[in-house]
């Protein structure tokens, strides 16, 4: 494969936006209909995420490292739709028939192999991983228990399975939710995994979002649900004894929460106390601090954590007057940290861009990006 070759095609492919995953679906379902109940009614969404999905897998081609996890957790993350070997071939020469179709005239045989071949390479490793995790289920049947309107467009759910899953703090998990079948959506664990088995999620309600907005407003104690396998590669680097600093946007926190707890719980190997950690978690306004009161809680109860709250649309006593970013250069360089961000594409972007600024390493800031606008 043409690592080149192969980025060059896709930003010529990509340029036609939607109606190149409209072009896939519409070649992938037409020669194979048996597959269309895989997906939801609507395929809005569903043919952002191709696009976004194959963006991420070309941008990183060259990167096997990052790569072949991110592969990894979408073969096993397939299994709850039903997505068996022999999908693959369809899925493949759809996907061929989309980039001959608008690549025109620069669609060559030279490219033509290297396409196959980098799809060859998806999918062993994507049915690779699938087949690993037949020891797990599919999905966890689970419920919703509990439900806390925080602020108008944020919840904290909880969530009880009827088996345990097995997950790491820091990853995340698709919910389908009884309402809106065939509609799953990302969330983080907001906890360490406990004795009980339940979950906390911290749900924002996303402009135009069908899941988020019935999950913040009304979800129903005792609704069903449905999660998937655990994914995501953000967690505490436990080798490491360096102090740590976290950066939380909004619902951000979630992960972050989970993290935290999990150094509380002394899980981190051969240490007695975990290392001093400041979290910063920042919202516009002080009433979008939604779960402010409980940090303030785990700061008083574990003193090697510092809670600063940020606020950066009006001033307030409650926290610092700043975005996350801002505030985290006020307070220190943290050159000698681990980082750990986690917020939206904006927040994420600026908040890693002034830690490499302020000499943390690039290798010691992990990210998790929500991908949602501030708006």
């Known amino acids: ?31 194979h209909p048996e597959v269309r109940d895989m997906f939801p009614i609507s395929m809005s969404e569903q043919r952002d995420r191709l696009l976004n999905a194959l963006g991420r897998i070309v941008s990183d081609v060259g990167n096997l490292d990052s790569l072949v996890p991110f592969l990894k957790d979408l073969g096993r993350d397939h299994r709850k739709f039903g997505v068996a070997p022999e999908h693959y071939p369809a899925v493949g020469a759809s996907l061929l028939a989309a980039l001959t179709h608008f690549s025109g005239s620069a669609w060559n045989a030279e490219l033509a192999a290297d396409w196959a071949a980098a799809y060859g390479v998806i999918a062993e490793v994507m049915t690779g991983a699938a087949a690993e995790d037949e020891r797990n289920p599919p999905w966890w049947d689970g419920a919703i228990v509990g439900h806390e309107r925080r ?63 019935a ?22 680097d436990t080798r490491s004894d360096r102090p740590i600093v976290m ?17 509380a719980a002394g899980q981190t190997s051969g240490r007695r106390e975990p290392p001093p950690t400041h979290l910063i978690v920042g919202a516009r306004a002080a009433a979008e601090l939604y779960d402010v009161a409980d ?14 709250p940020a606020v950066s649309a009006e001033k307030t006593q409650r926290a610092e007057r700043g975005t996350v970013a801002d505030v985290l250069a006020r307070l220190g360089t943290w050159r ?4 750990y961000v986690c917020g939206s594409s904006a927040m994420v972007a600026a908040t890693t861009s002034r830690l490499e600024a ?18």
């Open 295 to 308: 940090l303030e809680k785990m700061a008083a109860r574990w003193p090697w954590l510092t809670v600063t």
């Open 215 to 236: 999950l913040v407003h009304d979800p129903g104690i005792g609704s069903a649900v449905r999660l998937g396998p655990p994914v995501g590669a953000m967690r505490i």
């Open 151 to 213: 602020t108008c467009d944020i919840a904290v759910l909880k969530v009880s399975t009827r088996q345990p899953m097995p997950y790491l703090p820091g990853q995340s998990v698709a919910l389908e939710y009884e309402r809106r079948p065939r509609l799953w959506r990302l969330f983080s664990m907001a906890n360490a995994p406990r004795l009980d088995g339940t979950l906390d999620f911290h749900v924002r309600i996303i402009d135009g979002g069908q899941v988020t907005g």
């Open 358 to 375: 302020l000499g943390t390493p690039p290798e010691r800031i992990f990210v998790e990006d929500f991908g949602w606008s501030e708006s």
């Open 336 to 339: 000698d940290h681990d980082a």
């Open 1 to 31: 494969m043409d690592e080149r070759r192969l980025k060059e095609s896709f930003e010529r492919v990509g340029a036609h936006g939607d109606e190149v995953a409209l072009f896939f679906y519409s070649h992938l379902f037409l020669g």
């Open 247 to 263: 950066a939380a946007g909004s619902t951000g926190l979630a992960p972050l929460k989970a993290m935290l707890e999990h150094l």
